[in-house]
């Protein structure tokens, strides 16, 4: 038996889970979240809109084939889905701390103490899962044995939009066409799956005025947090659409801010949906899709402007997935049609954005 | 779309047979589930299936059913009878799909007017002929497994050499890869090829992948175009061993994301551009070291690998798929479990599950047993846990073969290590338990077995905590905190008492509780946890239950309140138990759920349809050990537990449940065990005056010749410790007693055997029923048609009996009512009696249901289950007031031998039973019963030529008869020497033909074999003992590598003879179970 530092996982209603650190031991604070996703852990590590949050995956058995190197290609990065890794924590049942896949370089366990993100392990995820199903998303901490304590502070008013954005402007690609893309925090595979069509992204910071750049559609990305936060988008959405009638694709939070700007409100989610199966259908039609989805919150449907529709569905719960303009080619999609990880069946989405370039 | 969709009033439903080596249980369930689909619409339902013992085939499931050959000829004499408008073809396995393309292809479907549910024909024959599969994805630009089909060896030969050996050869249109195998030069090639073209016309020729990973996606698509992949799973073993043998997971453990999503994406794909509607099963060969894959192939139907997946996930494929061929989408329908979110999800797994084959390969004398791409395995299990470790220890002792897990098992002696790793067999597993024992790293194993390091290095983590226990000598030294890492990795507390207490561990059930009570007193209990398709993000109230360690709380609240009844399962099927005791285990959860009380099932069997979640109030899909029964137990505080209906394997916990105080409901531990104890049955037996055959338990060989001196040859032999092949034989003389001992067994002290007395020529009969408080309330009596010697579940059974002396049925009826007071009897039990003359012995009595109860009871129309269930839960019962004497009918039931699947093995009964499923059909007399119901066993009424050697003087005057009626019917006789003497000696022509030590003299046996001269071989072996003379084997392996029919019993063959010679087939009613009063 390997001797490990024991962990507690200490939630903010004083319930305790009791495990073994195998990451960087840190005692760390954040949200709670689980993911019901059973492979892609080198993804949702990196999506940058897991930041600050402390991760649960619901599969049992994590580390499996090992975490593949960061390599970045034209500022993209080969295999992860930005350049770090954004959870505050992970947390398992059963570690694997050995690996076995021909793209691996090296160890879960290696990767978070390299990037002193803490991991523990020997949980009884199911538990945890379903405590937060009842009790809602909370926050928590983790206090590794022999390390100093932290408080567990609440998130929610904290801008992470703003610390997961990009700082600068950056280019990609010489396709075609040309999107600017407002980084709420992109997940590189959205980048990915506009270069693959030919386009060419402008991936702006989520604050940034892009109203002088020459561009044929404006996108608007994913990332963490309250969409509440984010009025500086909002606002610069709304000059957009008073300005002009480009198509506009907005992705996750890209379908809040862009619900925002057409007047509607969010709401906070009792835990969220995180996760490769979630149910959606396109509203009016029989065409559904499995996604995968990452967000804490929603769009309130009913507060929705009148030249404004919902869009997509979540079959499971019936909260809102996506929004279109009844004139305009402005559409949104709460799930990620780039998936990384997850089914590719909504890929098809980026297809009919390209088309209204 | 381009399909309608009709608005159904009646459907039929065609079912897969007798259970068989790559067609199992897992049809009864894909079948009973579809029935139900139609059930809840309102559609009429029929269904055509002569497997008996089924839950499809019961009272209620479907509202027509025919017992009878699921073959073209008598699906369409059932379709001109029933006129329904649609048909069912994706249910019953390989068996049901092929007489589907063929009523397709035949016009019939078309002339009826009947519609097939589900994904079309030409969507089926898309997928079956290997060349139109390979040009319609290549449509799609996705790759296969290049493959060249040939119509002869010799073409086979030439695309092989363009190949490149290794490479692969299969039969098209084949269940379970029958007839498939990988040649590594010319040599292999025309044996596997000649073989695979006696199946097939066609035979293909493909690039070995040996080594590749092999990958499974379940794939369901509506008319809408809708796609969900409901479960991938991965093969522990590499490609090469058919998935039918392989070790499975789910989900996959070493695949990325990426990888996961490609493959996914491909089946989609696939199954888009295909035009499955309903469900589909696509395998991928998969690289190891980069994302390239190939199509190996795609099952457009129900399948085992699809059961497995609907009891791995909670996602009921069948009942999904029965739907979606009605034309609903699936966002039209519900999860079952959740009930409230739709059925279009992918479920999220919050655990890992692993099946495990079973293997029987003891049984079979001469078989081969190394692993390839043909399946030879009878069964399988699910274990499920939140650990590999976990889920594969469990799974290694539900498989039910004296193996207690990974680690702490009986030393196995493995002369080659290397070679058992290279060339794996049933034993593998074990084979790299002992590797690792002997220093053997994860990449030595890799290297040699080709097994992912993942999977190794996990089942190292076992052997590294194996050994840490090893170091302690008392169980109480065993820190906690080990003791539970142990727990989490699957140990059971037989492997941590073993491992600390070595061979020093004298009484075992002490030990055991010794671990049990210190793990309690440490709070080292399991957890519950339900399998609810969306790993806990939805609140589900699903009974479908596992224990797992590797937790701190129960997903389930226990009232306590003494209102459940437990029904313990049959496990994994295997020779001698099988689908007849689901069958069983369904019937009595149903009556403890009507009667108002929770019915609790136990059971790990993924193939069953007792491990449908529908049917009962809470599934604990986990072990059937003492160890975990009782941490069931205590969970549940049931009223009682029900041990009777699930075969041996509940059974024998009797006595241990009992000292732990279980209440056992019905016959008492203590008269079970006075029953299973030999010695203490056989002073009962005594006492009663009740005749047995002498027997007496030996432990040196002088004992066992004076012994022989006493009652004479032949003499039955059952040592208690088995070196290799099977555990019971028949010795006519000195000279083969001495061999099977020397050979065999052991004889000592410790391992006594058991000698006794054989009586030739003597009838066998059974008698199930159903006693209170010792009074018989009701019986079956039923005749084999075999002479003893041939075991109960090989034998052909009819019942009720026709040619008995009502004196000795007097007899039976007697004798049994005596047992049945003297051992208290309150329940379902069955006793197996000889009779010669007048005079009857009892073999054995067994105080639970038996192998026939479903036999008996459907054609009775009695429920023996539903009964005996009322009786142990203490339920006022009527004495029914119909007997057997009564039935204007008569039932038989035939075993169904899967000897063309497990190559080399000598097709020949014996006291060992060697059947893997049954039939049963009914007729007005027992003629054309026989003839129903040895069509469904797969044998054909002959064209013209008959092969006959027929044994010792008295089988060959026994078969007298029945060959002047086939001569006088205008059959050919073709008859070896002795046999071909005899026949001519009482007149009956017939030509000779030559034994194959006869090589130099025309014509020869084999060849007309070889040739298709032949329509039926009747062989009897000269004598009993299963190492039969090499000529005889010979034959009869011809005739069954070439698929022709053989009889090798006697008296079966006189059975069947006057059968087809009594009557031709279209004499043969076409009537339902119902229609026979």
Redesign the interface.
């Known amino acids: 038996m390997r001797t490990l530092k024991s962990a507690s996982l200490i939630l903010e209603d004083g319930t305790i889970f009791r495990g073994k650190s195998f990451g960087y031991d840190k005692s760390v604070a954040g949200e709670v979240v689980f993911n019901t996703a059973m492979t892609g852990y080198p993804e949702s590590l990196t999506d940058p809109s897991y930041k600050g949050q402390l991760l649960v995956f619901t599969y049992p058995i994590i580390g499996n084939y090992g975490v593949p190197a960061n390599k970045l290609v034209d500022n993209l990065s080969l295999y992860y889905e930005s350049e770090n890794i954004h959870v505050n924590a992970v947390i398992i049942s059963d570690y694997s701390f050995e690996y076995s896949h021909w793209n691996a370089d090296k160890t879960l366990a290696q990767w978070l103490q390299e990037e002193k993100i803490t991991g523990i392990f020997d949980i009884d995820t199911r538990a945890l899962t379903k405590h937060l199903r009842e009790k809602g998303a909370m926050s928590g901490k983790i206090v590794i044995e022999g390390c100093e304590d932290v408080e567990i502070v609440d998130h929610n008013s904290r801008n992470l939009v703003a610390e997961a954005s990009c700082k600068e402007v950056m280019e990609y690609g010489a396709g075609n066409k040309r999107v600017v893309m407002v980084d709420c925090g992109v997940k590189h595979n959205i980048v990915r799956c506009l270069l693959e069509r030919n386009v060419s992204v402008v991936r702006v910071p989520w604050d940034y005025d892009y109203s002088h750049i020459n561009y044929d559609g404006l996108f608007i990305t994913n990332g963490p947090g309250n969409p509440d936060l984010c009025e500086p988008t909002v606002e610069n959405i709304r000059k957009t659409i008073a300005d002009n009638s480009k198509p506009i694709f907005g992705i996750c939070m890209g379908n809040h801010l862009l619900a925002k700007a057409a007047g509607a409100k969010t709401y906070k989610l009792k835990y969220g949906h995180r996760g490769h199966n979630q149910p959606v259908r396109e509203v009016g039609t029989n065409r559904c899709y499995i996604t995968t989805q990452n967000h804490g919150f929603a769009v309130d449907e009913a507060t929705l402007g009148s030249d404004w529709a919902p869009l997509y569905v979540n079959m499971n719960d019936n909260t809102n997935e996506g929004i279109r303009h009844k004139s305009r080619p402005y559409l949104s999609a709460q799930f990620h049609p780039e998936a990384s990880s997850g089914p590719t069946d909504a890929e098809v989405l980026f297809d009919d954005f390209v088309k209204l370039l | 779309m381009a399909q309608e969709i009709r608005k159904f009033k009646k459907v039929l439903l065609l079912g897969s047979g007798a259970l068989k080596i790559g067609e199992a249980g897992e049809f009864d369930y894909s079948g009973s589930q579809a029935l139900k689909a139609m059930k809840e619409e309102g559609i009429a339902t029929v269904l055509i299936n002569p497997n008996i013992a089924t839950v499809q085939t019961s009272e209620g499931v479907a509202d027509k059913i025919y017992f009878l050959p699921v073959t073209p000829y008598f699906v369409e004499r059932v379709i001109e009878k029933e006129r329904p408008d649609g048909i069912l073809l994706a249910f019953g396995g390989q068996t049901a799909l092929n007489c589907g393309v063929s009523l397709y292809e035949s016009g019939v479907l078309a002339k009826y007017d009947i519609q097939v549910l589900g994904t079309p024909v030409q969507a089926i024959m898309d997928t079956e002929d290997r060349e139109l599969f390979v040009k319609k994805l290549d449509e799609i630009d996705v790759k296969t497994i290049k493959s060249v089909a040939v119509n002869s060896v010799e073409d086979a030969h030439k695309a092989a050499q363009e190949l490149g050996y290794p490479v692969i050869i299969r039969a098209a249109y084949a269940l379970g890869g029958l007839g498939s195998g990988f040649c590594d030069n010319e040599e292999q090639l025309r044996v596997l090829g000649e073989k695979a073209l006696s199946f097939s016309p066609q035979i293909l020729v493909e690039k070995s992948l040996k080594g590749w990973k092999e990958i499974e996606y379940e794939v369901v698509r509506d008319r809408?175009d809708?796609?969900?992949t409901v479960c991938n799973m991965e093969n522990f073993d590499p490609l090469g061993i058919h998935t039918g043998e392989s070790i499975v997971v789910a989900?996959?453990?070493?695949?990325?994301?990426?990888e996961?999503?490609k493959l996914?994406?491909l089946a989609?794909r696939i199954v888009r551009h295909v035009g499955i509607v309903g469900e589909c099963n696509v395998q991928f060969a998969f690289d190891?070291?980069?994302e390239d894959y190939r199509v190996i192939e795609v099952n457009a139907r129900l399948s085992r690998s699809s059961a497995l997946a609907s009891k791995a996930t909670g996602y009921p494929l069948a009942f999904v798929a029965a739907k979606i061929g009605l034309g609903y989408?699936?966002?039209e329908l519900k999860n079952s479990v959740t009930k409230t979110?739709?059925a279009?999800?992918?479920?999220?797994?919050?655990?890992?599950v692993c099946k495990i084959p079973r293997w029987d390969l003891g049984k079979f004398q001469g078989v081969d047993r190394e692993l390839g791409s043909s399946m030879k395995s009878v069964g399988e299990v699910m274990a499920i846990g939140?650990?590999?470790e976990e889920a594969i220890q469990k799974g290694l002792r539900m498989i039910g073969q004296g193996m207690h897990g990974f680690v702490e098992n009986k030393e196995l002696v493995i002369p080659d290590i290397d070679k058992a790793l290279n060339a794996p067999t049933d034993k593998r597993i074990f084979v790299i338990s002992k590797a690792f024992r002997q220093g053997y790293t994860?990449d030595q194993i890799h290297q040699l077995t080709k097994i992912?390091?993942?999977f190794l290095?996990?089942l190292y983590n076992i052997i590294e905590?194996a050994e840490?226990i090893e170091t302690y000598s008392n169980i109480a030294d065993v820190p906690a905190?080990?003791l539970h890492?142990a727990k989490k990795q699957g140990f059971s507390d037989f492997q941590i008492a073993r491992a600390c207490l070595k061979e020093n561990m004298v009484n075992v059930d002490e030990a055991l509780i010794e671990v049990r009570n210190r793990r309690k007193a440490l709070g080292i209990v399991p957890?519950v946890?339900q399998i609810d398709t969306?790993?806990?993000?939805?609140?589900a109230q699903t009974n479908y239950l596992y224990l797992t360690y590797?937790?701190?709380?129960n997903?389930v609240d226990y009232q306590g309140d003494k209102r459940s009844v437990i029904v313990l399962g049959s496990g994994a099927y295997r020779i001698g138990s099988s689908v007849e005791f689901d069958w069983c285990s369904v019937n009595a959860l149903t009556t403890v759920r009507k009667e108002g009380w929770r019915s609790v099932m136990i059971n790990y069997n993924p193939e069953t349809v007792s491990t449908d979640y529908d049917m009962c109030d809470r599934l604990y899909f986990d072990e059937l050990t003492f160890e975990r029964v009782m941490d069931i137990i205590e969970l549940e505080n049931p009223h009682g537990v029900i041990l009777s209906v699930g075969g041996q394997i509940p059974n024998n916990l009797a006595t241990r449940l009992d000292a732990q105080k279980v209440n056992i409901l019905g016959t008492s531990a203590y008269d079970i065990d006075h029953a299973e104890d030999r010695h203490k049955f056989s002073s009962m037996l005594d006492e009663l005056g009740i005749d047995q055959p002498r027997w007496r338990e030996l432990t040196s060989l002088d004992d066992i010749y004076d012994f022989v001196d006493e009652v004479g040859y032949p003499v039955l032999v059952r040592p208690s410790y088995v070196l290799s092949g099977a555990a019971m034989n028949v010795c006519s003389n000195n000279s083969e007693l001495e061999m099977f001992l020397k050979l065999a067994a052991n004889v000592s002290k410790q391992h006594p055997v058991v000698v006794s007395e054989f009586i030739q020529n003597a009838k066998e009969i059974e008698m199930d029923a159903v006693a209170r408080d010792g009074e018989v309330l009701l019986y079956a009596i039923s005749e084999h048609i075999e002479f003893a010697g041939v075991h109960s579940g090989d034998a052909t059974i009819q019942f009720p009996p026709q040619k008995l002396y009502v004196e000795t049925m007097r007899r039976i009826k007697k004798v049994a009512g005596q047992i049945a007071k003297a051992l208290h009897i309150s329940g379902p039990f069955n006793i197996q009696f000889l009779a010669k003359n007048n005079d009857i012995k009892v073999i054995e009595c067994n105080l639970r249901a038996s192998r026939s109860f479903p036999f008996v009871s459907k054609v009775l129309k009695i429920n023996f289950i539903e009964l005996a269930t009322r009786v142990m839960m203490g339920l006022p019962v009527e004495k029914p007031a119909k007997n057997e004497f009564d039935l204007d009918y008569v039932g038989i039931k035939a075993s169904q031998f899967s000897f063309s699947r497990l190559q080399k093995a000598d097709p020949v009964l014996g006291v060992d039973m060697a059947s893997t499923g049954e039939v049963g059909c009914i007729g007005d007399d027992t003629s054309e019963a026989v003839l129903k119901s040895m069509l469904s066993v797969g044998y054909r009424v002959p064209e013209k030529n008959i092969l006959l050697s027929t044994g010792g003087a008295k089988q060959k005057a026994a078969l007298l008869d029945a060959a002047r009626t086939l001569h006088e019917k205008g059959y050919n006789l073709y008859a070896t020497g002795g046999s071909h003497q005899f026949l001519n000696d009482n007149g009956i022509p017939a030509v000779k033909v030559y034994w194959p030590s006869e090589g130099d003299k025309e014509p020869q046996a084999l060849q007309m074999l070889h040739d298709k001269q032949i329509d039926l071989v009747v062989n009897i072996p000269k004598n009993l003992t299963a190492t039969e003379l090499s000529n005889g084997y010979k034959i009869r392996r011809a005739a069954i590598d070439f698929n022709i029919p053989l009889i090798t019993n006697a008296r079966l063959a006189d059975a069947f003879i006057h059968a087809f010679c009594s009557m031709s087939v279209d004499e043969i009613q076409i009537k339902s179970w119902d229609e026979y009063k």
Do not use: M
């Open positions: 809408y809708n796609c969900i989900p996959t453990q070493t695949l990325t994301n990426s996961c999503q996914r994406e989609i190891t070291d980069s989408g699936l966002a979110t739709p279009f999800f992918e479920p999220a797994i919050d655990y890992i939140r650990t590999f994860v992912d390091r993942w290095q996990r905590t840490e905190e080990l890492h957890v946890k969306l790993a806990a993000e939805y609140p590797n937790g701190v709380e997903d």
